[in-house]
């Protein structure tokens, strides 16, 4: 019998973690950032085992003109130990504190 998912919401940072030669086995766009292969997320870390999907999250110009920009790319894959984890990278760091932080997870599906 199949149980049920939902996503719980998480909103914490996480530190990517790349291959030591720079390669990865993902394509990426010109101006996108590499696919993780995995994130250490709460001092564990969580290898990637397969890219479901990804995407764009666009927003205003912050001059005023009426174009729209991409702020965030959407990663959601599957780790090796069978979690759905959504994480985002922000393309424009925040300010303060949290400057260095980039990676974020936003929500793991949970069987309910």
Do not use: N
Not at 15 to 26: A, I, L, M
Request: positive net charge; contains cysteine.
């Amino acid at each position: 019998m199949l149980r049920a998912a939902r996503d719980k919401l998480v909103s914490e940072s996480v530190r990517p973690v790349f291959d030591s030669d720079g390669q990865d086995e993902h394509p990426v766009a010109v101006g996108e950032p590499l696919v993780p292969r995995a994130v250490i997320w709460r001092g564990d870390m969580f290898p990637v085992l397969k890219l479901l999907s990804s995407g764009k999250g666009l927003g205003p110009c912050s001059h005023g003109s009426g174009e729209r920009y991409v702020q965030k790319h959407w990663y959601r894959f599957e780790t090796t130990d069978a979690r759905i984890m959504r994480v985002y990278f922000e393309r424009r760091p925040r300010s303060g504190g949290e400057a260095q932080r980039r990676w974020w997870l936003y929500t793991i599906e949970v069987a309910e």
